[in-house]
């Protein structure tokens, strides 16, 4: 599957941002999608992930509360709704999918085969 985020900007610290990752090349509807960051000079973290059927998601701490993660399986896209905004978010976002991952591993970005090609956030104080 090849993913291909977009929705990235230059935003003012308190506004709000919606990312997409649209999937192409294979049905979508059977995976996990989560979205990872890597901020300058810093490692990737995980931000937010949502099982193929939605019934479950889960953030990082730091954004819990501000970003939705959502799908719709129909137009093989996931979004991440990002409200309230902070320079602490600037960052590269990317998506990763993978239909097979062990429930306690969705948190980590090496148990994601697919990834797409990042978006940068800017977010100015």
């Known amino acids: 599957v090849q993913l291909q985020a977009s929705g990235g900007g230059l935003v003012q610290a308190g506004d709000s941002l919606r990312l997409s990752c649209v999937a192409s090349?294979?049905?979508?509807?059977?995976?996990?999608v989560g979205w990872f960051r890597q901020a300058p000079g810093k490692e990737r973290e995980f931000v937010a992930h949502?099982?193929?059927?939605?019934?479950?998601?889960a953030y990082t701490d730091s954004v819990e509360g501000r970003f939705t993660i959502s799908r719709d399986n129909a137009k093989n896209t996931v979004y991440l709704q990002m409200n309230s905004l902070k320079p602490e978010d600037t960052a590269v976002y990317y998506c990763a999918a993978d239909s097979r991952i062990i429930a306690g591993l969705k948190r980590r970005s090496n148990a994601y085969n697919y990834w797409g090609q990042g978006t940068l956030v800017t977010v100015s104080s």
């Open positions: 949502i099982t193929w059927n939605s019934r479950a998601t």
């Open positions: 090349g294979r049905t979508f509807s059977g995976y996990t």
